[in-house]
């Protein structure tokens, strides 16, 4: 069974930062690429940002890069989310998403999130 839970959320003011860890068990981990998603209040899911299987090639949303890291570590089922000079549009429900093969394409199971705030 496919796993994934987040942790790392929680209240920021702006300009401040944010790392969210993402524990991943019942698959390869080493062998998918992954995303973060999120979705703020009263909106739709967003993708944030993937990370192909090795870790070497990484993508972002225009509204992210630049300001937020996404990285892996393979040996131990883990991803991150390094999120600095953060804004309040970035306050969301921030969830890790495992795609459907070792580059992204689309992702197929999704924890059940950590909440990001960012206010004064």
């Known amino acids: 069974e496919v796993q994934l839970v987040e942790s790392g959320g929680g209240l920021v003011q702006p300009g401040g930062s944010l790392r969210l860890s993402c524990a991943a068990s019942g698959f390869t981990f080493s062998s998918y690429a992954m995303n973060w998603v999120r979705q703020a209040p009263g909106k739709g899911l967003e993708w944030v940002s993937a990370i192909v299987k090795g870790g070497d090639s990484t993508i972002y949303a225009d509204s992210v890069q630049g300001r937020f890291t996404i990285s892996r570590e393979n040996h131990g089922n883990t991803l991150y989310l390094q999120m600095n000079s953060l804004k309040p549009e970035d306050t969301a429900v921030y969830y890790c998403?495992?795609?459907?093969?070792?580059?992204?394409?689309?992702?197929?199971?999704w924890g059940q999130g950590t909440q990001v705030t960012v206010s004064s």
């Open positions: 998403a495992k795609d459907v093969g070792a580059w992204p394409v689309a992702f197929e199971y």
